[in-house]
């Protein structure tokens, strides 16, 4: 159903937006190297092709392409190459008073790493300054092993600790910035407040997209006209997610499906729930389960979920198109 002007005169939508989540990865034998040698109090870079020594190490050397394997340790004070002050720090940095970022080169490294330093005002530091490391008191293996650097030249002998080679590192990824939807998000975040599924067309008899975009990928053509369709649609092609990650909020097995509302013409991604996963099927026929009204926002988590209509499959052909 086409919602003619009504529905673009309003101002695009806009709100602060808070990505966050912790990124754990593997080491290999280079990152590995790196953050044991912090938790065991040492600091080590790889040699490369050239001759240089590289602290962090990268992977791979940046001539041959080959894996680098000649660990060496470098001194643990360093000069500052360059250095801005941060004056407003932000949660999860360093510390909670102003302090100084400086790319700062290692005594026996050919490059530079970037760390704090901690100094109590901007007069304090400068290109050329003599730094040392002041290490953590508990050390796990990660940067934060290092908790800064000081202007000094003397460095204390710290104790290594026990444990394995460190093969597993979590990131933590926290990142606020301000979100402003599209013209055409805005439609669909509004119509999702109101119950609503609101895609977009560039015009009669032109393709509808759920959620809408800023112009057809065939043609360039602006999209201009809402259109409002059904909570209804079939399942087209899926996932059956059987494998436990981090943070997971439903307990396995589920499905992952896209599904092709009534009137759209491209399916987007859902759960699918309230039956078993192996009863899942392209062309069945599902809905969708809405939360409470009271909990209605501009989001798609407005639709707790999609669940099987009961009737009779659609046939391969009238979606085959679409998948």
């Known amino acids: 159903m086409s919602l003619g002007k009504s529905a673009v005169a309003e101002p695009p939508l806009s709100a602060p937006l808070n990505l966050k989540f912790d990124y754990t990865r593997s080491t290999g034998p280079t990152v590995g190297a790196f953050v044991t040698g912090l938790r065991d109090g040492r600091i080590l870079g790889a040699r490369g092709s050239d001759g240089r020594v590289l602290v962090p190490p990268p992977e791979f050397d940046a001539v041959t392409h080959e894996p680098l394997t000649e660990f060496v340790e470098v001194g643990q004070t360093g000069t500052v190459v360059s250095w801005t002050w941060n004056a407003e720090p932000l949660p999860g940095q360093p510390f909670d008073r102003p302090f100084a970022w400086a790319l700062i080169r290692l005594d026996g490294a050919d490059t530079t790493l970037l760390h704090a330093v901690d100094v109590a005002s901007p007069d304090e530091i400068g290109t050329g300054l003599r730094v040392r490391v002041r290490w953590a008191a508990e050390r796990t ?9 000081e202007p000094g030249e003397s460095t204390l002998t710290v104790e290594a600790a026990d444990g394995e080679p460190v093969t597993m590192i979590t990131t933590p990824i926290d990142l606020h910035y301000r979100h402003s939807a599209s013209p055409e998000e805005s439609w669909y975040l509004r119509g999702l407040k109101e119950g609503k599924i609101i895609g977009g067309r560039t015009g009669p008899g032109g393709k509808v997209y759920v959620p809408p975009r800023g112009a057809s990928p065939t043609d360039g053509v602006p999209t201009k006209e809402p259109v409002e369709v059904p909570d209804k649609g079939i399942v087209t092609t ?13 307990k396995p097995p589920y499905v992952a499906a896209y599904v092709l509302l009534d009137g759209a013409d491209i399916p987007f991604l859902h759960l699918i729930l309230e039956c078993d996963a192996s009863e899942v099927r392209m062309g069945m026929r599902v809905e969708a389960k809405w939360r409470p009204r009271e909990e209605w926002d501009h989001t798609l988590r407005n639709i707790e979920y999609f669940r099987p209509t009961g009737e009779p499959d659609a046939d391969y052909d009238t979606f085959k198109h679409h998948l």
Request: glycine share 14%; with cysteine.
């Open 238 to 250: 899926f996932c059956i997610v059987n494998v436990p990650f981090m943070g997971q909020q439903i």
């Open 141 to 149: 293996g990660g940067i934060h092993d290092i908790e800064a650097f």
